[in-house]
């Protein structure tokens, strides 16, 4: 089953029909989604009341658009903030992983490997909780014995960015790691040579070299971060990100304002995932 | 060579070096001295220890024993990036991510060179390498022997005292290699650098090498010029190693001065000359003969005075231009023996299965001890 | 190089990032959580050490009938995401050639770059009483009145296998491509035909990614909230609801963490029985 090998052409009718249907229901959602974000009526759904951008640009009620929804939009800045730091710490600490486990020996190397792994597999909801719980014991024990309480270890931002980070970064340090692992190290060593010094090495040649992971990880983390529910669910305080404040609206009953915050996320999404797949590109022909 | 005077001549000199991994000995206790602007290669097969030895002397192993010295100061504890050597990487090592230009300047902006002077000392470097337009070029779009030349360009643009190249022609095709020999060569003499040269393969050695230094199981087997060392082998590595050669094992029957009776095990006759010391009747021995020492001809009595000859049938002609041979079988014993067609065109309709009378003089056979050699040594001889 | 205490020194501050996420964010809190969940509290502010927790879950019937249906749609979204993505990875990576091959395989990943909540709003427009579906079904004769499409099993495993497909599709077309031609060719050379050479060279080449696909297919649908509580309602009975529950709603977190603890049990063995049974490492399968 492969060109080479003869097939009927009532198979090969159907296989591709099959493909397509496929696509058809992978996009069909996101499309209604889109399209319904420009129905000038209350409720995402048919009839088709006519073309509209209020959804987007409207000042007043009933149909507030997204850009003046003071809600929507403070949920998109508390969700580039917490994107922000996820993605520099998961970024950060992948890179020092990425050169510990590609580079260094030292003792129980393959456990401490299986137990960075380890975080993928473990439900992101259940990791939100185990912080929730930790986080909670920590500041009843500093409570106790120094009388200080640790405001910022409440449910709040500081737990959702230190949830999301502790599974976003075993992502980080797995694409990282890949791309390290082709890296010659005679380059480094002919650094060396030309007289830098270790660490100028590695800031003159190996981290260039890892420059599309460095980015590629970071586009994934922003976006697994920006998109993240389970984990944030479990540690969110009172300032929500847009996927906490989108959730309770669908709760409530949807509006057009929906559709049109998930346009927005499927352009800005769209064209971080093809930037990503573009570097990725480069980093396969190198 | 143990005292070694404080001002020297040689640009780099080993003492006793030593270099073990685990209990295996990939340096075994080498000393030698590299006279200032030579080209010295170090010929070896795979695991006879010369890239250890070559990784000592760039600063990325450091020696267990013995002290190495670049311009008579010790290099002992020196790490790589503070020595007076720059080294050529087997695959060249150039940095991708930079174009031609920037991977020349690398080292000199490493040196704290002035931003205003790098240009000019690259175009220079440039020049005399006779790429001048290469460089705003990446490195990707640079044919091999181009990427060769900047890689040596890079290294020689920072004067270093000695330029080590790790076999940086293993990776090209064989008529820009041919080529490229030529041009290592001119390079070293333009810029009057001593090149230390390390490679498996005899005939860069050869070509291009003021002294070559035969290696083996972490050991010089012979130190010489490539005359040397292909007319005056010392060992039975050597003899095996430089050039091609037929081989015969037999064990000494007689001797008298330096004329030895070898009697093979197939019953076969030969007379050699020792070119081991310590040679004694019953020894296990090996004679060496050049294919082009042997010398051929239809009849017998052309063979006359000639101390061996053998007669034989054709087994298959190797035809190779110039380089011509004919591989002969000895019905006897079943040796096949390489021998050089002579270039007068007397030979040139020899067919597989003719009879050929061969002799070699007593003079072109040099007997050995015998070798012991591992069967991935034999492979490599070959 | 001489100066030995350099490296050392580089290996300590490489490595502490590293100790200080695991232990600090994952172990510490896991061993917590543990520790939490054989807690019990017998009055107010006065807790044991005990199994209670545990027991409870046991002794409750909805616990553990919504901890089994969990397990047992989680396995069946599994089964229907490998079903449906087999064929279009096989096509993708053997039939389609070139450019055509990039641009299905980046369509078939472009939908998950998009955030899952949006995906499920997709779903709940096509699917509910007033949705595109039923509207059109309507307009098309095919039905006199609303049809309600949400709330119902089968809508709960459609959403699923919708947002787990990417993570069957990459593994499996990653496996297949590297299976050169020339051994189904073989194949078929040999004497075999569609069906046998799919048996016994595609599939048992295909095994590795076939295993990870559906590992980490079953964990998430295993861990989602966000399809279960959207498509399948207030009734759609999924495990990580109970959880939310005992946390959020009424504050039991003892009750919680014992429940957490379970489908942390149930992830991990099926991860482990799948790494088992395909003999493979979790490092080799995720990394």
Known sequence: ?286 | MSSSPRTSDFDLECHNITKRFGDFTAVDDISFSIPKGSFFSILGPSGCGKTTLLRMMAGFLEPDSGDLRIKGKSMVGVPPNKRPVNMVFQHLALFPMMTVEENIAYGLKRQGMPKADIPAKVKSALERISLPDAGPKRIDQLSGGQKQRIAIARCLVLDPDVLLLDEPLGALDLKLREHMKVELKQLQHNFDTTFVYITHDQSEALVMSDQVAVMNHGVFEQVGTPQELYYKPKTAFVAGFVGDTNRWSGSIKGMSGNEVQVETKDGLKLVATAADQNLAKGQNVDIFVRPESVVISRKSDALVGIENTIKGNVESVLFDGANSRVLVRDPSSGDKIMVTLPQTGEFNDLQAGQELHLGWRLAQAKCFDTLAMSAEQLADMS | MTNKTAPKLGLILLMAPLLIWLFALILLPHVDMFMLSITEKVAPRVYETGLGNYGEFFAEPLYWNTYARTAIMSILTTIVTLVIAFPVSYYIAKMLRGRMKAVLFVLCLLPFWVSELVRTFGWMILLRETGIISTFLQWAGLADQPIEMLYTDATIVVGLVYTSMLFMVVPLVTTLESLDDSYIEAGYDLGGNGFTVMREIVIPHAMPGIVSGCIVVFMLSLGNYLTPILLGGKDSLWFTEQIYAQFITRFNWEQGAAFGFLLLILSSLIVWGGLKLSRQTLSETMG
């Not at chain 1, 319904?36 to 987007?56: H, I, Y």
């Not at chain 1, 508390?78 to 600490?93: E, G, P, Y």
């Not at chain 1, 270790?198 to 994934?220: M, Q, S």
């Not at chain 1, 404040?245 to 499927?266: C, H, I, Q, W, Y």
């Open chain 1, 1 to 286: 089953m492969i060109p080479s090998i003869p097939q009927s052409r009532a198979f090969k009718g159907v296989y591709a029909a099959y493909i397509s249907v496929f696509f058809l229901y992978l996009l069909i959602p996101l499309l209604v989604v889109a399209v319904f974000a420009f129905n000038d009526a209350m409720f995402p759904s048919l009839p088709w009341k006519g073309f509209t951008f209020d959804w987007f640009f409207s000042s007043t009620e009933p149909k507030l658009g997204i850009f003046h929804d003071s809600t929507i939009m403070e949920g998109i800045g508390v969700s580039l903030f917490v994107a922000f730091w996820v993605t520099v710490l998961s970024v950060f600490v992948g890179t020092c992983n990425a050169f510990l486990f590609e580079r260094k020996n030292f003792p129980f190397k393959n456990f401490l490997y299986v137990l960075m792994i380890l975080p993928l597999v473990i439900p992101g909801i259940i990791l939100g909780i185990s912080m929730l719980v930790f986080s909670n014991t920590v500041v009843n024990g500093v409570e106790n014995v120094f009388g200080y309480e640790m405001e910022f270890l409440r449910p709040g931002l500081v737990l959702v960015i230190l949830g999301q980070f502790s599974f976003i970064t075993t992502i980080a340090t797995l694409v990282i790691s890949a791309r390290l692992r082709k890296f010659d190290i005679s380059l480094e060593e002919a650094a060396l040579n030309l007289g830098a010094s270790h660490l100028t090495a590695v800031r003159t040649i190996t981290l260039p070299y890892l420059k599309p992971a460095l980015f590629g990880a970071g586009i994934v983390a922003f976006l697994m971060s920006f998109e993240n529910f389970n984990t944030t669910l479990m540690l969110v305080g009172s300032d929500a990100p847009l996927t906490i404040t989108m959730f309770d609206r669908l709760k409530e009953g949807s509006t057009p304002a929906l559709n049109a915050v998930s346009l927005l996320l499927m352009i800005v999404s769209a064209i971080l995932a093809i930037t990503s797949i573009f570097l990725q590109r480069e980093k396969g022909q190198k």
